[in-house]
């Protein structure tokens, strides 16, 4: 049992043999194996060459990553440009590392970021905390927030890596109108919450790419 | 021993899911299975209101002497028997099943709206779906809508898509606060809790419903979407807004108070307490805080300064000074204790009171005298065969006096009769008569006589009422409005008083503190009181300094922020105010959630509570009176609160001989002719006072500022209801909307410090003969 605790757990390479061997490896006989042995190692070397690179010159060349890596969190829009927050601080009762914190606000008539009453007022993500599990995703009952793939996410300023609401909003896309604005004539926010509401209305405002005439 | 503890009470015992328990008899099958620590769900089962069974979550078996209900029957409803057999959803298969039959069909209408909601994740409907519910629900129609959320009055908001129609609110509105302003209308799918149009829910104790909803249909306008459950930090502290003790809870958020909820305390407040104890706390956020030490430079402005500096500067001002120290009606205990000391010891004065409002010596006396030993309690209203109220108005001045009384007048017509001018809402719902104080005859040593602050305003009337119940063997008790009052009296914050309620005057009282403070004597000559010494300040070779604590100059009167103009005045505030512009050195001190400490109540119980926003860095009154006092060599050595509590128990009450009270004869109205009329006022509970700044919501429910005259006078007048008429004296005038109600014919009634109705600001009285024309 004492001797069998001591053999070593990787295969042996014969150097244990070769080192209790009285025999030596000597003159012809050692320069032959040596050459050899060297060969081999340049032919793996060779080979390499001819076969598909894996690395690319980051940060000039960039590789898009798997489709659902978790990289920055993004704060969607509906299609008329209201947001979809409600400010309901499920994405911060769900995280682990505790990186979420959301102040609610009260949309008014003349001032409405969300369809319904509520919306998200103050919005942050610290990123030097958030572990990118995920889990504020599945908590988010309107789908406001998702993770999109941008993975640099590094700063020499601590501060700078505390994201805001202004940092996490999704880009207006053709279309919207920026909040805050009027909902949707005749709708309320379960139409919105259904995807009923697919493009602004002209009362609610100008749509970003479109200019007044 | 009273009869009732002698009686004894019939014990009955039944088996609920299969555990024997016995349980006075009348006892609720719900509350029994409490008691064996099953819980069964429910939502309009609540202890200190009647059982309703409107919302059926309860449903048991129930079996008697072997004959078994037909059907499931409300837990919350039925009264156990003896030979009751009660299987509970844990044991039966028909109680669990109707059970989630009733959740799913109180969530077919229920919106889904939990994560906007502010009753999320405190929620009984939440929590009892999960437990109680099924996985999903089978309903696939269209839920039912209504338009939301609506204003049922400027600080509740209804939303009755997700009332589950349990009538707490509104069985709370009608025998708790007597106010059924807010009733279920309509019947079947459509019943919804609404208010009558013209009569929004003005009631002072609409806050309970928002806390006792097991919804969120019943918001605060106040707290709408400003934190989540999970956010908060719940600390126990007491109420400063009044003296009558609450118990409450303070929910901070980052070093933020966003809400306050009524406490449990049994002894007081039950689970209730008042619209401004529950909203009015932004008095802190609202005026800019003093924020650090200020001293008045050369050039006669304040300056930003140092401690060390304001200290010095402080110390130089008072020291070896004739000063008075005006303490205020808010102060903790602890507080006040240092006031108390500091006077003694540090200026060596005796010219030292806690009263900021109008008084006299008669009061002085009386508080002197009798108050501390007084013992009236809660529980002796609830037994009270008369209660008397002298110059008080419980549902204005001490709101859970009046809901213990609304209680008793509810439950078994407890005669009420109160000196006032005019029967208030508040004596009107509990069905209070006029009396004059001096003909009342009829009090057993069961009656309880509530002598309020404002009996100090009518000379004799404290006398006449300490007279009647030294006569009639009946309770006597003395109501002040504010917080601190009753504990500051403890404290000796008076001028005829050392703490524990040592007499100035008594010689073995001085050494027996003197030696426990450890210096040489103490000041013999008595003190003046919080008038005299405004007066003291400005005449020649009298007072030359003062320490003003926590007072708004108009409360005490029209010239008192005059009267301090021309002295040195060192000011300790939480936010500018009056005084601060006007002092000579501004010291910032803790708000009440900032800092420890305690208040004594109208019975004199002790309600202690910690400091709630923990990285607070304003230090108490007590601290800084000790930094004072060391500079200027006469320390109190009072480093924390902790320090004075422990020296407070140490000192203990006094035992020995008290002072006397001397009461004097009752002097008779004023008498008013023509168009002169005799002014009298009271203030309400929600009105300008300094501790209801900042929050609008609150304010909305403030009863409007009229003016109330007799038919007669409207007649002479020739004014109806609403129109106005100018009261007015020599200083100045208001002129109000009118009410015609029954009142003397030569009396006049106005709030005494509502919007358009400030009494002592402007007509420099708080009771007098003022004039009175049509507007």
């Known amino acids: ?213 | 021993m009273s009869t009732e503890q002698l009686t004894e009470v019939e014990m009955i015992t039944c088996v609920i899911d299969g555990f024997e328990v016995t349980v006075p008899k009348g006892t609720l099958v719900i509350r029994a299975a409490e008691k064996l620590g099953i819980q069964i769900p429910r939502f309009c089962d609540h202890p200190l209101l009647s059982p309703a069974g409107a919302c059926r979550q309860c449903l048991v078996d129930v079996e008697i002497n072997g004959r078994a209900f037909p059907k499931p029957q409300a837990s919350c409803t039925i009264p156990v028997e003896t030979g009751m057999i009660v299987k509970t959803q844990l044991t039966s298969p028909v109680a669990d099943k109707a059970q989630k039959g009733i959740m799913e069909l109180l969530l077919i209408n229920h919106p889904l709206d939990c994560p906007v909601c502010d009753k999320g994740g405190e929620c009984p409907l939440q929590n009892q779906a999960m437990s109680n519910g099924r996985e999903s629900s089978r309903y696939e129609g269209k839920k039912r809508t209504y338009d939301k959320p609506v204003a049922i009055s400027t600080q509740v908001l209804l939303d009755r898509e997700r009332c589950v129609l349990c009538a707490r609110c509104t069985r709370f509105s009608e025998e708790i606060a007597g106010d059924p302003f807010i009733t279920l209308n309509e019947r079947g799918a459509l019943q919804q809790v609404g208010i009558y149009e013209k009569d929004p829910f003005q009631s002072y104790f609409s806050g309970n419903t928002v806390q006792i909803c097991p919804v969120g249909a019943l918001t605060g306008a106040s707290y709408r979407f400003r934190a989540r459950p999970f956010d908060l930090v719940s600390v126990d502290s007491a109420c400063e807004h009044c003296a009558s003790g609450c118990a409450m809870r303070t929910d901070i958020r980052r070093g933020k108070t966003l809400r306050r909820l009524a406490g449990n305390d049994a002894s007081v407040n039950e689970e209730w307490n008042c619209d401004k104890g529950r909203w009015a706390f932004k008095y802190l956020t609202t005026r800019e805080r003093v924020s650090t030490p200020m001293v008045r430079g050369e050039d006669g402005e304040l300056h930003e300064a140092s401690w060390p500096e304001a200290i010095a500067a402080a110390a130089a001002g008072l020291k070896g000074k004739r000063a008075g120290v005006l303490v205020g009606g808010r102060v903790t205990r602890e507080d006040a204790y240092g006031y108390s000391k500091f006077a003694r010891v540090a200026l060596g004065t005796n010219d030292i009171d806690f009263r900021a409002r109008p008084h006299t010596d008669e009061e002085t006396s009386f508080l002197s005298s009798i108050a501390l030993d007084l013992k009236t309690t809660y529980a002796d209203l609830d037994k009270a065969d008369h209660v008397v109220l002298v110059e008080f108005e419980p549902e204005e001045e001490s709101p859970i006096v009046f809901l213990r009384l609304y209680k008793q007048s509810r439950k078994r017509s407890l005669k009420v009769s109160t000196t006032a001018a005019r029967i208030s809402r508040g004596n009107h719902k509990l069905g209070a008569v006029r009396v004059a104080l001096s003909s009342v005859s009829d009090l057993t040593a069961k009656s309880v006589i509530l002598v309020g602050e404002r009996a100090a305003e009518s000379a004799g009337a404290l006398s006449t009422a300490v007279a009647l119940a030294e006569k009639s063997g009946a309770k006597l008790a003395w109501i002040p409005r504010r917080a601190g009052e009753r504990g500051a009296l403890e404290m000796g914050a008076i001028s005829t008083l050392l703490p524990g309620g040592r007499p100035v005057s008594d010689a073995s009282a001085r050494v027996d503190l003197a030696a426990a403070w450890g210096v040489d004597s103490l000041p013999t000559t008595p003190g003046r009181t919080t008038s005299e010494i405004l007066e003291a300040l400005n005449k020649e070779d009298e007072l030359e300094a003062v320490l003003v604590g926590g007072v708004d100059p108009m409360d005490i009167s029209a010239d008192a922020l005059s009267q301090l103009l021309n002295t040195f005045v060192v000011s300790l505030e939480i936010s500018h105010s009056s005084v601060t512009a006007i002092a000579d050195v501004v010291l910032p001190v803790a708000a009440v959630v900032e800092k420890r400490g305690s208040f004594a109540d109208w019975q004199g119980s002790v309600h202690s509570f910690d400091k709630a926003q923990a990285d607070a860095l304003s230090r108490s009154d007590v601290r800084i009176l000790t930094m004072l006092s060391e500079a200027m060599g006469k320390s109190i050595n009072l480093p924390t609160v902790s320090a004075t509590e422990r020296e407070i128990a140490s000192l203990g009450k006094w035992d020995g001989a008290k002072i006397n009270f001397a009461p004097i004869a009752s002097g008779s109205a004023p008498h008013a002719e023509g168009n002169h009329a005799n002014l009298t006022s009271w203030r309400l509970l929600l009105d300008l006072g300094t501790l209801q700044e900042g929050e609008a919501n609150l304010a909305g429910t403030a009863r409007i500022a009229r003016a109330h005259i007799s038919s007669k006078r409207a007649g002479d007048l020739g004014v109806a209801n609403g129109d106005l008429v100018k009261v007015s004296n020599d200083r100045g005038s208001l002129t109000l909307p009118v009410v015609i109600i029954d009142i003397a014919d030569d009396s006049i009634w106005v709030p005494r410090n509502s919007l358009n109705s400030q009494v002592i600001p402007t007509l420099g009285f708080s009771s007098g003969i003022v004039t009175v024309v049509k507007a």
Not at chain 1, 51 to 71: D, I, L
């Open chain 1, 1 to 213: 049992m004492a001797e069998n605790s001591l053999t070593p757990r990787y295969p042996d390479l014969g150097l244990i043999a070769a080192a209790k061997s009285e025999k030596k490896i000597e003159g012809d006989e050692l320069k032959a194996k040596g050459f050899f042995t060297q060969l081999q190692g340049f032919w793996v070397t060779f080979i390499t060459m001819f076969k598909k690179v894996n690395t690319v010159n980051y940060p000039e060349v960039k590789e898009p990553t798997a489709a659902r890596f978790h990289g920055r969190h993004q704060l969607n829009r509906y299609d008329d440009g209201l947001e979809k927050c409600i400010g309901c601080e499920l994405c911060a009762w769900a995280c682990p590392a505790d990186a979420i914190l959301v102040e609610a606000g009260d949309n008014t008539e003349t001032e409405r970021f969300s369809p319904g009453e509520r919306y998200g007022k103050v919005y942050q993500i610290n990123y030097l905390r958030c572990v990118f599990c995920g889990l504020c995703i599945e908590a988010c009952p309107t789908r406001a927030l998702t993770m999109t793939n941008e993975y640099e996410l590094a700063d020499d300023d601590r501060a700078k890596l505390i994201y805001e609401k202004q940092d996490l909003l999704g880009e207006m896309r053709a279309g919207m109108v920026p909040a805050p604005h009027p909902m949707y004539p005749d709708t309320t926010d379960t139409n919105y919450y259904r995807g009923e509401v697919t493009k602004a209305h002209p009362s609610q405002g100008t749509p970003i790419g479109e200019v007044n005439a």
